[in-house]
C-alpha cells in the first residue's frame, strides 16, 4: 500500500474520530449545561463564543492527533 493511500485512510478515520469527539463534548456539553446550570434562562455570552470557536477547535485537534497517530502506525517500520 502506498504511502498516499494510508494516508488518505488515516485522514479518514481521523476525521470521523474527530467528528465523534465533537459531537459528543457538544451535545453532552451543552445537555449538562442546560439541565443542571441554565435551565430555560439566557446563556451568557461566554458559552455561545465557546461553542463558536472553543468546540471546533477541539474537534480539529482530535482529529489531526488521531490521524497523526494512525498514520504513524499504518507506515511500515524502517528495519536497519
Known amino acids: 500500500m ?3 493511500v494510508r494516508l488518505l485512510a488515516a485522514l479518514t478515520v481521523a476525521g470521523m474520530a474527530g467528528f465523534a ?3 459528543f463534548l457538544v451535545v453532552g456539553g451543552y ?3 442546560w439541565l443542571f ?3 430555560d434562562s ?7 463564543n465557546f461553542a463558536q470557536i472553543g468546540l471546533p477547535a477541539i474537534g ?6 488521531t ?13 536497519g
Open 2 to 4: 502506498s504511502a498516499w
Open 21 to 23: 469527539v465533537f459531537a
Open 31 to 33: 445537555g449538562v449545561m
Open 37 to 39: 446550570i441554565y435551565g
Open 42 to 48: 439566557t446563556w451568557p455570552a461566554g458559552a455561545k
Open 60 to 65: 480539529l485537534i482530535a482529529g489531526l492527533v
Open 67 to 79: 490521524a497523526v497517530l494512525l498514520f504513524r502506525e499504518l507506515m511500515p517500520r524502517r528495519r
